[in-house]
């Protein structure tokens, strides 16, 4: 596979400035997040990617993309910060978009772990060569949260909910997939996670040169590890949405103001995954349902 260059151009941005100007309303004494699940189950799922934030420049354009490629409905539900809008499909809340002040590509998901002890997790961020970025705070509704940075650099936040996690209920279209780091040194990284959230780790023979990591807890998949093969880009988790036809989708993306960054490819995942950039720059995969 060809350098993406543009996908190098497409995450120029360092993960502490990324955090030090994005997260700073959300720590807000004002702001109200919702819950990350209506059921109110009082399910725990330790170690699943359970909600997903949107820090962008382009509200209004990103609304339109979003909406447009998955059906995604933006709606604000903070009456005290106009720029934070929850995310709904079908009704139900799947993640955040908040408004930032910044120069274009400035944008980039943030992803969740379940988690039954923030403090301790942060703990063994620190202890374990990450850093603490934000310790844990409670948030009204939304749980205790904290944000880490791995050895490697990529950011990453902490949840316990109150009420329980989204239930695991199959594969949806226009639905979280789950999440996917890209990191520069891939077995690090798994022996950080793996201590971090009690990961189970299984290696995947892609090809002769290449191997895929995948965290698993209980049996169940939550995450996958590979290797950035491209010097430009920084580590980072990269969040996937299921969905029906992925060429469909690509049709779109472009059309809405996106970039498709990297192209299916029958050698990879037989050709079911791209990754593409909103019209704020930031990275977000699709994965095709078998």
Same mark, same amino acid.
Request: charged share 20%; proline share 7%; aromatic share 8%.
């Given at each position: 596979?060809?350098? #993406?260059?543009?996908?190098?151009?497409?995450?120029?941005?360092?993960?502490?400035? &990324? &955090?030090?100007?994005?997260?700073?309303? !959300?720590?807000?004494?004002?702001?109200? /997040?919702?819950?990350?699940?209506?059921?109110?189950?009082?399910?725990?799922?330790?170690?699943?990617?359970?909600?997903?934030?949107?820090?962008?420049?382009?509200?209004?354009? !990103?609304?339109?993309?979003?909406?447009?490629?998955?059906?995604?409905?933006?709606?604000?539900?903070?009456?005290?910060?106009?720029?934070?809008?929850?995310?709904?499909?079908?009704?139900?809340?799947?993640?955040?978009?908040?408004?930032?002040?910044?120069? #274009?590509? *400035?944008?980039?998901?943030?992803?969740?772990?379940?988690?039954?002890?923030?403090?301790?997790?942060?703990? @063994?961020?620190?202890?374990?060569?990450?850093?603490?970025?934000?310790?844990?705070? *409670?948030? #009204?509704?939304?749980?205790?949260?904290?944000?880490?940075?791995?050895?490697?650099?990529?950011?990453?936040? &902490?949840?316990?909910? #109150?009420?329980?996690?989204?239930?695991?209920?199959?594969?949806?279209?226009?639905?979280?997939?789950?999440?996917?780091?890209?990191?520069? *040194?891939?077995?690090?990284? @798994?022996?950080?996670?793996?201590?971090?959230?009690?990961?189970?780790?299984?290696?995947?023979?892609?090809?002769?040169?290449?191997?895929?990591?995948?965290?698993?807890?209980?049996?169940?998949?939550?995450?996958?590890?590979?290797?950035?093969?491209?010097?430009?880009?920084?580590?980072?988790?990269?969040?996937?949405?299921?969905?029906?036809?992925?060429?469909?989708?690509?049709?779109?993306?472009?059309?809405?103001?996106?970039?498709?960054?990297?192209?299916?490819? /029958?050698? @990879?995942?037989?050709?079911?995954?791209?990754?593409?950039? *909103?019209?704020?720059?930031?990275?977000?995969?699709?994965?095709?349902?078998?």
């Amino acid at each position: 596979m060809n350098t #993406p260059k543009k996908l190098s151009r497409a995450i120029p941005l360092v993960a502490l400035l &990324l &955090l030090c100007f994005g997260l700073v309303g !959300c720590y807000s004494t004002k702001v109200i /997040m919702p819950p990350i699940t209506e059921s109110a189950a009082q399910i725990k799922a330790p170690g699943k990617f359970v909600w997903y934030d949107l820090y962008s420049t382009d509200m209004n354009s !990103c609304e339109n993309f979003y909406g447009n490629l998955f059906g995604w409905d933006f709606q604000r539900t903070n009456e005290f910060e106009p720029r934070v809008k929850t995310i709904f499909l079908n009704g139900k809340p799947i993640g955040n978009m908040i408004g930032r002040d910044a120069e #274009p590509g *400035d944008s980039q998901w943030l992803c969740y772990i379940s988690t039954n002890d923030v403090d301790g997790a942060l703990a @063994v961020t620190e202890a374990n060569g990450g850093k603490i970025y934000r310790p844990a705070k *409670d948030l #009204p509704d939304r749980g205790r949260v904290g944000v880490g940075i791995d050895p490697q650099g990529a950011p990453f936040a &902490l949840l316990n909910s #109150p009420v329980g996690d989204p239930i695991d209920d199959g594969v949806k279209p226009n639905r979280w997939l789950g999440c996917e780091l890209w990191t520069t *040194d891939a077995d690090a990284a @798994v022996k950080f996670y793996s201590t971090l959230a009690g990961y189970e780790v299984e290696v995947i023979d892609v090809h002769d040169k290449v191997q895929y990591r995948m965290l698993k807890v209980g049996g169940k998949r939550r995450a996958g590890v590979v290797s950035i093969p491209w010097k430009e880009m920084k580590p980072e988790w990269l969040p996937y949405v299921a969905v029906e036809n992925i060429l469909a989708v690509l049709t779109k993306v472009e059309k809405q103001g996106g970039k498709v960054l990297i192209a299916p490819n /029958m050698n @990879v995942k037989e050709g079911r995954m791209a990754v593409v950039a *909103d019209p704020s720059g930031a990275v977000i995969g699709l994965h095709q349902m078998k």
